[in-house]
């Protein structure tokens, strides 16, 4: 089996199982990394400098919420706002470990 072949198809099976690509590109999401996740997931609607954009603004997170509002805020939205367009955790293919990894970024945003 050609090192091409072998990576096409470790996509394949990562986007298959719901993996993010990036994750499995750089094997594994045990330290999670923070900005591409949130460039990839989150950029379009909070920005690409976390300055806002159809959701608040970002950059200063940690004054305003907790660690913990932040790890249910992302893996459900919907359980502070009702309406909530924002995608769960589930939605957009987070492990916990993203969701923690996330978290904690945004908690010491200050
Ligand atoms: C489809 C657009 C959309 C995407 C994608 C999205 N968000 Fe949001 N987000 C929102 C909106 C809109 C709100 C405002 C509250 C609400 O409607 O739930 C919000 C609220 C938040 C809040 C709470 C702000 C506060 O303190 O009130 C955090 C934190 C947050 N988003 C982080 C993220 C992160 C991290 C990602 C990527 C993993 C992400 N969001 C992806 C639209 C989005």
């Known amino acids: 089996m050609s090192k091409r072949y072998v ?22 999401v045990k330290h999670p990394d923070v900005k591409a996740l949130y460039a990839k997931n989150c950029a379009g609607c909070h920005g690409a400098k976390m300055q806002g954009g159809v959701g608040p603004a970002l950059t200063r997170e940690g004054k305003k919420r907790t660690y913990t509002w932040l790890v249910v805020e992302l893996k459900n939205p919907k359980s502070h706002k009702k309406n909530s367009m924002m ?18 970024y945004l908690s010491k945003l200050k």
């Open 87 to 104: 995608p769960t955790a589930a939605a957009e293919h987070l492990s916990v470990a993203n969701v923690k990894a996330m978290a904690a």
């Open 7 to 28: 990576g096409v198809l470790s996509v394949a099976i990562a986007a298959a199982i719901g993996l993010p690509v990036w994750a499995s590109a750089k094997g594994g």
